[in-house]
């Protein structure tokens, strides 16, 4: 099947009874997908999850199995972007329907998410305050989620759907028209502090992460991407990279982990603790991340 290696055909063929298909960068944007960019198999199903969500490391490529209901009332999908890999009709889940795989559902699907995750972004504003004065730390961490938050949604409002280890290129190549995006989006750039991404900086990061991912099935597949963007000569999207990847793990903590574990969570977004500029950036995002809520349903690009 044109696309697809062999060794990732096979082992769909072999392991998994159900529909099949690639996601992500090498489905969306093979010519632009990088040597250490993984297969994404999306596993569609009605019910309960068919396989565990894992990380698989084969001779020629690496895959990821991710699990994705197929029920339309669950979940939005479209089949633009994808490279189906085992169909409906080839597998014993002949019953799903192409129906529900609508590109004009998923566009809209994509906006509501755009504007979910601006409101996100709006939510960190009263998390920053609190923690502004008792603990520099969170309030630094909680700004840099609201900066991630709200370039995702700037990515989605324009109609792509945010690939963290492309996220930073994907925004360097969208073009407004719109100054009031322009300057969210440098704002949002300077609350990740990407003037910041030094290699020993992101050496710091990459050390902490790998604590922070001890537990997460694709932790090796993290830091492998990270150094594969820093051989590459790639700091700036190795640091943007490295600060998505902490902001996963660290939305699933509570307050006692930042309490026991602080100079870990600095380490791994790389936060500084200059209150003053904090508030300032803060400010600035906030204002903007409410224009682009108050004005903005979709965005056009140029």
């Not at 329907?97 to 998923?106: D, I, L, M, V």
């Not at 730390?137 to 609201?146: E, N, R, Y």
Request: proline share 3%; aromatic share 8%.
């Amino acid at each position: 099947m044109h696309g697809i290696p062999p060794s990732v055909k096979k082992y769909v063929d072999n392991n998994i009874a159900a529909p099949v298909a690639i996601i992500g960068c090498r489905a969306t944007d093979p010519k632009n997908s990088l040597e250490c960019c993984e297969y994404d198999i999306a596993i569609f199903s009605e019910g309960a999850p068919l396989h565990e969500d894992r990380f698989v490391r084969m001779a020629d490529c690496n895959i990821e199995l991710f699990n994705i209901s197929a029920n339309p009332r669950k979940n939005i999908i479209s089949t633009n972007g994808m490279m189906l890999v085992k169909d409906f009709v080839s597998s014993s889940h002949a019953g799903f329907s192409h129906h529900s795989f609508k590109y004009s559902n998923y566009a809209g699907a994509l906006t509501a998410f755009g504007r979910k995750a601006i409101v996100r972004s709006l939510f960190c504003y009263d998390k920053i305050e609190s923690a502004a004065l008792k603990c520099p730390i969170l309030a630094s961490m909680w700004l840099k989620i609201s900066a991630y938050d709200f370039l995702e949604g700037i990515l989605a409002l324009t109609g792509h759907r945010s690939m963290p280890l492309h996220e930073l290129n994907q925004i360097r190549n969208l073009n407004f028209e719109e100054k009031n995006i322009l300057n969210g989006i440098k704002v949002a750039l300077a609350c990740i502090g990407i003037e910041r991404a030094t290699r020993s900086t992101i050496s710091r990061s990459s050390s902490a992460l790998s604590q922070l991912y001890s537990e997460e099935y694709d932790k090796d597949l993290v830091i492998e991407k990270a150094r594969h963007l820093l051989k590459s000569g790639m700091v700036p999207d190795c640091y943007y990279y490295l600060g998505k990847m902490a902001r996963k793990v660290l939305l699933s903590k509570d307050g006692s982990f930042f309490g026991t574990y602080s100079k870990l969570v600095q380490m791994s977004m790389d936060l500084s603790i200059d209150a003053p500029q904090i508030q300032k950036l803060q400010l600035e995002l906030f204002k903007t991340a409410k224009n682009v809520l108050r004005n903005y349903r979709t965005i056009t690009v140029a």
